[in-house]
């Protein structure tokens, strides 16, 4: 009777977990297109605009590196929650943004509601996928690649319907009332936490400082490809991108918005296709170090691709579509053999700590990225936003040729059963 109720169980806290992410998620997508639209609005420029989430990127840092820590003491529950709590103030706190108030004042203002936010996507994003970890039932273990695809595939894909769920907000009731009805919503998830168990991921041993930085050579490794990859995605995405959308090729901000939305959810939807696609055209084995470097040194020609069609006049709108669709499919692959990986080369015990470092490198290298884009944006314009791009995948690929494969004992094969 246990032994059947307790793979329930787990699929009801995997459930619990994913709901609470969603939730999160929808709103995460959502404020960032509602203050890109707002400030838009009232007059700020795109460069302005892209420093009004720099501190949503430095606490994220911040937050990964001691939210493994957190959560490893105080149990994952713990900051899940924290961080959708976090998120609730982040929205009531820009609601009270008045738009009389001097201009640094409002920046300054709207950092700092950022701030939180930042912290509270960090918080949600590590508990999360650490949870998944000890949340998948024992005899579910085999198809661990699947859980953690659909856990981050409609993450991404829910991000992209949160910038349509912004901008809706925005035209139908308003900036501040959209923010009320958003931190509404994630009031009620708040409550779901009473049906998870106390102490998920929390470990009896007390972990010292130096702790905090991985000891693992294979986590260093996949945390320092994770900077340079992600970094080559930001540093044309979140500035130099929508800034070309609306100068360069004249779209108005909503097929900007738009655009990037579509793009995000395709890229998610790539994300949770891609254990089935790499088991249909690969030979049925789980991720190894090989895979990566393959879809690593794929994605290091595509940026740069896109920068050699742009400088040889080739149709923009064109080679824009189609150039950042393969993009976006390459690095989705990318993307999703990275979070098995991760998870793999980790044991139990230490989940919150690997991940929570893992993804500080994510979020510095979201940060160096989110800095250059607006900078070399100004200085060469999109085509050189593209050659640092492809640089920056070239550096991953070349850390990612140190990675080993995870060992038996520790790689969960990720083959789906029977119908999957």
């Known amino acids: 009777m246990a032994s059947s109720s307790a793979p329930r169980a787990s699929l009801k806290n995997y459930a619990i977990v994913t709901l609470a992410y969603w939730g999160f998620t929808l709103t995460d997508g959502a404020?960032?297109?509602?203050?890109?639209?707002?400030?838009?609005?009232?007059?700020?420029?795109?460069?302005?605009?892209?420093?009004?989430?720099?501190?949503?990127?430095?606490?994220?840092?911040?937050?990964?590196?001691?939210?493994?820590?957190?959560?490893?003491?105080?149990?994952?529950?713990?900051t899940l929650y924290s961080g959708i709590g976090l998120q609730v103030l982040a929205l009531i706190m820009l609601s009270f943004l008045n738009r009389d108030w001097a201009q640094w004042f409002a920046v300054l203002y709207v950092m700092t509601s950022q701030a939180f936010s930042g912290i509270a996507k960090d918080l949600t994003k590590m508990s999360s996928k650490s949870a998944i970890r000890l949340v998948v039932p024992q005899d579910a273990q085999s198809s661990?690649?699947?859980?953690?695809?659909?856990?981050?595939?409609?993450?991404?894909a829910l991000k992209g319907v949160g910038f349509f769920l912004g901008a809706a907000l925005l035209g139908?009731?308003?900036?501040?009332?959209?923010?009320?009805i958003m931190a509404i919503g994630l009031i009620l998830v708040l409550f779901t936490g009473v049906m998870l168990p106390r102490g998920m991921g929390k470990i009896k041993a007390k972990v010292k400082f130096t702790q905090l930085f991985s000891k693992s050579r294979e986590i260093n490794i996949l945390s320092a490809a994770r900077f340079f990859l992600f970094g080559s995605r930001d540093v044309w995405f979140v500035v130099g991108?929508?800034?070309?959308?609306?100068?360069?090729?004249?779209?108005?901000?909503?097929?900007?918005?738009?655009?990037?939305?579509?793009?995000?959810?395709?890229?998610?939807?790539?994300?949770?296709?891609?254990?089935?696609?790499?088991?249909r055209f690969g030979n049925g084995e789980p991720p190894k170090s090989k895979t990566i470097q393959f879809w690593t040194g794929i994605l290091t020609a595509v940026p740069a691709s896109?920068?050699?069609?742009?400088?040889?006049?080739?149709?923009?709108?064109?080679?824009?579509?189609?150039?950042?669709?393969?993009?976006?499919?390459?690095?989705?692959?990318?993307?999703?053999?990275?979070?098995?990986?991760?998870?793999?080369?980790?044991?139990?015990?230490?989940?919150?700590?690997?991940?929570?470092?893992?993804?500080?490198?994510?979020?510095?290298?979201?940060l160096i990225g989110t800095v250059l884009s607006g900078l070399i944006y100004q200085l060469y314009g999109l085509v050189g936003c593209l050659w640092v791009s492809s640089l920056f995948v070239l550096a991953a690929w070349m850390i990612s040729l140190k990675l080993p494969d995870p060992q038996p004992s520790k790689a969960l094969a990720w083959k789906a059963g029977d119908g999957d």
């Open 31 to 78: 404020l960032r297109m509602l203050v890109l639209l707002y400030f838009n609005e009232i007059g700020y420029t795109p460069i302005q605009i892209a420093f009004l989430f720099l501190f949503y990127e430095v606490f994220g840092i911040v937050t990964n590196f001691l939210g493994g820590w957190i959560g490893s003491q105080f149990g994952l529950k713990v």
């Open 172 to 180: 139908t009731f308003g900036f501040v009332t959209s923010l009320w």
């Open 241 to 279: 991108l929508p800034v070309f959308l609306r100068s360069a090729l004249g779209w108005s901000f909503y097929q900007a918005g738009g655009f990037l939305a579509c793009w995000v959810i395709g890229y998610g939807i790539i994300q949770f296709l891609a254990p089935t696609l790499l088991r």
């Open 144 to 156: 661990l690649f699947n859980w953690v695809a659909v856990l981050t595939g409609s993450k991404n």
């Open 306 to 366: 896109i920068a050699l069609a742009m400088q040889l006049n080739a149709p923009l709108n064109v080679t824009i579509v189609v150039g950042l669709m393969i993009f976006g499919i390459v690095f989705a692959f990318n993307s999703a053999v990275h979070s098995y990986l991760v998870l793999a080369f980790t044991d139990d015990d230490k989940v919150a700590l690997n991940v929570g470092f893992y993804y500080m490198a994510n979020s510095g290298g979201r």
